[in-house]
């Protein structure tokens, strides 16, 4: 992977095959970073994998000022510009990662190829169960505490998983995140602007092939969360993975890239 900026916004690019661009983009309080035990366990991709860093996390610049999600998906579309050029690209987003992926299909449409959207929803707060697990994620992301980690470690997989099954499953993220400078203010920054999510009244304008995969025990975002996304858009598929909770590129990695593979071959890129 070699590292690259634009506009203060890090990301990191891999060799991969090809012109494709694949542009992946994490979830709350992570940063691309947190893809690689992913990409290890999957192995080579037919892309030229993008792994974006949103703003304050890993590398990127750090804000001091409140944001929307819309300038989160501005952000990326700069690194796609800077990637993938006038290409249409294929973009992951997985938990918030997938709310900024619905702002950035809508705000520009012309450098999206198509979407996959793991775990995540068009509104914010609209499950119980998000709103239980909130203080707790928020936490997370804020503290070098392991307990508190291991606390959400058990929230993010399916309650079958035993604690220390959790914590096997989750080790590598935790330990890229051990390593990487973070910001408290921005991890409280991202949640405000998580807060005010909503795009579930303009995803039919989304004209680009769409999966949507979720696990049928997230106790984060209900499965609930992700047919509600679906029927939003006018060429969406949906995937529930039973045995499965809210880290679905921990849990079920392969599950993951059989979404990206259906949708390459739908978005005929």
């Known amino acids: 992977m070699s590292r690259h900026w634009v506009n203060g916004v890090s990301y990191q690019v891999s060799a991969g095959e090809g012109d494709r661009v694949l542009l992946m983009m994490a979830g709350y309080g992570r940063s691309g970073s947190s893809w690689i035990p992913w990409l290890e366990r ?4 037919p892309f030229r994998v993008v792994l974006l860093d949103h703003r304050g996390t890993g590398e990127s610049a750090r804000s001091s000022r409140p944001y929307a999600l819309t300038a989160l998906a501005d952000d990326a579309a700069a690194v796609l510009r800077e990637t993938a050029g006038d290409a249409p690209a294929i973009v992951v987003g997985d938990s918030m990662g997938g709310m900024v992926a619905q702002h950035l299909a809508l705000r520009h449409p012309r450098l ?32 070098k505490n392991v307990r508190v980690w291991a ?3 058990r929230l993010l997989v399916h309650e079958t998983k035993s604690r220390s099954q959790a914590h096997d499953l989750l080790a590598p993220l935790r330990e890229i995140q051990r390593s990487e400078p973070y910001s408290r203010l921005n991890s409280v920054l991202q ?21 949507v995969i979720a696990g049928a025990g997230d106790r984060v975002l209900s499965p609930d969360n992700s047919q509600a996304l679906t029927a939003c858009f006018s060429d969406a598929r ?17 599950a993951l890239l059989d979404a990206i593979t259906r949708l390459a071959a739908r978005s005929a890129l």
């Not at 198509?114 to 992301?141: D, I, K, M, N, Q």
């Not at 949906?238 to 392969?254: D, Q, S, Y």
Request: proline fraction near 6%.
């Open 238 to 254: 949906l995937t529930i993975l039973l045995e499965t909770g809210h880290a679905i590129a921990f849990e079920r990695p392969r």
């Open 191 to 211: 949640a405000i602007a998580m807060s005010s999510h909503r795009t579930d009244r303009r995803l039919a304008a989304v004209r680009v092939p769409v999966e």
């Open 151 to 153: 606390m959400c470690d």
């Open 112 to 143: 999206i190829g198509g979407l996959v959207l793991s775990a995540s929803s068009a509104r914010a707060g609209v499950s119980p169960a998000f709103v239980r697990s909130l203080p707790l994620t928020v936490a997370a992301a804020i503290s």
């Open 42 to 45: 999957v192995g080579p991709l």
